[in-house]
Every structure is written in C-alpha cells, then in structure tokens.
C-alpha cells in the first residue's frame, strides 16, 4: 500500500478565506493524486485528478477556479478552497494510487472544514 | 456519472453472525470493484478488491462479483463489534483512469455483543 498524510486534519474558517489542505505520500512516488469530497450521509465524490507538474483534472461540475489544485512535487498534491461558503464545508480527502494495476486508492486522514 | 447502489441499512447483526453487504453498478464496462471500510470521521481503508468473476476469499472476508448481473457482494464471516462501520462499495469503469473510482453511498453495519 502506501502511506498518506494530510493535513490539517480540521480547520474552520470564515465565509470569504482561503483555505490551503497539504496532501503528502509518504512511502510512494505518486504522479497522480486524487481529491474526494465527502458530505454528511453522503458518498465520496471524486472531484479532481492532481498530475504532478501539469494541470489538474477537474471532474464535471467542480469549479476549478475555485478549488485550486497544484502537484508541484511526487510526494505533495495541496487543494485551496478559495472564498470559502458555508456550502463548502465537507470532509475533503486525497488519495493516491500506487499503480499496481489493480486500482486501488489508499486516502489520506481527511481534512474536515468547516465555514462559519 | 457511473451510478454505484447500495442498501443504505442500518444493517443489524449479532456477533459472530454472517453480515451480508451488496452492490449494484451501472456501466457495464467496469472491470474493477473495491470495498472499503470507514469509522464514523475517519477515512475510508481499503478491505480487498475484485475484478474477475467468482468469489475471493481474506480471512473472514469474501467478495463476491457477478458481472452478468452487474453485482458485488461483500460477506463478512464471525463478524464482531469492531466491524461496525460503513462499508463503501467503489468501482472502477473501463477506460477510467485507475484511482477514479465512483462510491456507493455506504451500507452501515452494526455487530452487537
């Protein structure tokens, strides 16, 4: 598998901020990340593919002006939530997948946010 | 959007009980399926995946895959109180890139003394 650490693990922020949230793979080179958004009761979403040295991959309906994504290096993916809303509070997690063949996604701690 | 269904539960069953979790999945060019645990404000693990059709068997764990029927099941043998969870079914559609995986909505489980 493959260790992932994000952090912070919880941050809560006023309607208007940006907020930063750091992804590291800790045990694995990764040049793809991906960031899952995750609502009360409610499944995770995929919203974006984090390619390292490239252009993030924003799934339909995610704004990527708004939830900006940079893989500047193999082992750190961050995701800022500019002018954060109170609908933007979720648990965000990312993930890495090590390439196995198979598919598997192992996710970091998640970072819950939450807007006032 | 690759629409994945499961019960939402709660499903109830008594330790050491054979709890029985399904999935339903709609495109039918998916090749990989994938189960995953996750504790009520953490994130989700990784129990064991699938992608031929049959039955693949971990410890007190087994998944089950039927293609033809567009259905994974997951089987968790002598379950105990520490299996209470939400157990997320997610799959992975042909062509996808792997990693973009698309998630059911959880079945809860809950394993009483």
């Known amino acids: 598998g493959a260790v992932v650490s994000q952090h912070p693990s919880r941050v809560i922020c006023k309607s208007g901020t940006s907020v930063k949230i750091e992804c590291r793979s800790l045990?694995?080179?990764?040049?793809?990340m991906f960031w899952y958004r995750q609502f009360p009761k409610k499944s995770l979403m995929l919203m974006a593919t984090?390619?390292?040295?490239?252009?993030?991959?924003?799934e339909q309906g995610v704004e990527k002006d708004k939830f900006l994504i940079n893989h500047a290096s193999l082992t750190l993916s961050t995701l800022t939530v500019t002018s954060a809303h109170p609908e933007d509070s979720s648990f965000y997690i990312c993930?890495?997948?090590?390439?196995?063949?198979?598919?598997?996604?192992?996710f970091g701690e998640g970072s819950r946010l939450t807007v006032l | 959007q690759k629409e994945v269904e499961q019960n939402s539960g709660p499903l109830s069953v008594p330790e050491g009980a054979i709890a029985s979790l399904n999935c339903t999945y709609s495109?039918?060019?998916?090749?990989?399926f994938f189960w995953y645990r996750q504790y009520s404000g953490k994130s989700p693990e990784l129990i064991m995946f699938?992608?031929?059709?049959g039955d693949k068997e971990d410890g007190r764990f087994t998944a089950q895959l039927n293609k033809a029927s567009q259905y994974v099941s997951l089987l968790i043998r002598d379950s105990q109180p520490s299996d209470s969870a939400t157990y997320l079914c997610?799959?992975?559609?042909?062509?996808?890139?792997?990693?973009?995986?698309?998630f059911g909505r959880g079945t809860q489980l809950t394993v009483w003394p």
């Open positions: 984090s390619n390292e040295g490239s252009k993030a991959t924003y």
């Open positions: 993930s890495v997948q090590t390439g196995a063949g198979t598919g598997e996604l192992f």
């Open positions: 699938i992608y031929s059709n």
């Open positions: 045990d694995f080179q990764a040049t793809t």
């Open positions: 495109d039918r060019g998916s090749q990989s």
């Open positions: 997610a799959v992975n559609g042909r062509g996808s890139t792997l990693g973009r995986l698309y």
